[in-house]
């Protein structure tokens, strides 16, 4: 993916995420991982909405510090390209080191797992607030290149290498490649506008839904 449609993701992952789908997930049979996400989602939610009961001004803050938190977590693993310069020669192969150590699985879970535990440790709302909303962009940019090629589980992968990276590349035949490595991801980025409008919808529905959702 490209970077406008990254900006847009961020956003629209920002929206969703505030919107209250845990009784959604809460159902019998679901399985143990879906009901601790839903549990901790909950949590998360109750807390957040909970900022509200100081004067709204500062609220409003806070959803603008999400925001944008998670817009810039979005646009956080390309920055990769910005180490260009170092790498001399080989600066136009950048298979070398685009999609590498700053999309890493690994490294994107470290980081989630700091946020969840500023969150539980009950530090400062404006830390935990702008980690979450951070690692909620990042993953949005993950999963965006999961489905327009592939991202490392650890530090680095070699490309087309199933036992390192994890995408839709690793899993379609290398004929088919080109579609979602390039048509795919131009094409998003030229009607990257229907991803902004469904983020708007999406944030519409947020507050409308936190406005009836009982806790």
């Not at 999961?146 to 995408?167: A, E, H, L, Q």
Request: charged share 15%; aromatic share 18%; proline share 4%.
């Amino acid at each position: 993916m490209l970077g406008r449609s990254h900006r847009f993701t961020g956003l629209l992952a920002a929206s969703v995420s505030l919107i209250p789908i845990s009784y959604i997930l809460k159902i019998n049979g679901a399985p143990e991982i879906l009901q601790n996400l839903a549990d901790y989602h909950e949590a998360f939610l109750k807390s957040f909405l909970a900022l509200g009961r100081d004067p709204k001004g500062m609220f409003a803050g806070y959803v603008i510090l999400y925001v944008v938190a998670s817009v810039w977590g979005a646009m956080l693993p390309n920055y990769d390209l910005h180490f260009a310069r170092f790498y001399g020669d080989r600066k136009e192969e950048r298979f070398r080191y685009h999609r590498q150590w700053t999309h890493s699985i690994l490294l994107w879970t470290i980081l989630t797992a700091i946020a969840v535990y500023t969150f539980y440790a009950g530090l400062n709302p404006l830390i935990w607030v702008f980690l979450i909303g951070l690692c909620v962009g990042g993953w949005s940019h993950l999963f965006g290149d999961m489905i327009t090629g592939s991202v490392p589980w650890g530090f680095y992968g070699k490309y087309y290498d199933r036992f390192s990276r994890f995408g839709i590349t690793i899993f379609l035949p290398r004929s088919i490649h080109p579609i979602f490595t390039d048509k795919f991801p131009k094409r998003l980025e030229k009607h990257s506008g229907i991803i902004l409008f469904i983020a708007i919808i999406a944030a519409g529905y947020a507050i409308y839904a936190n406005k009836t959702y009982a806790f």
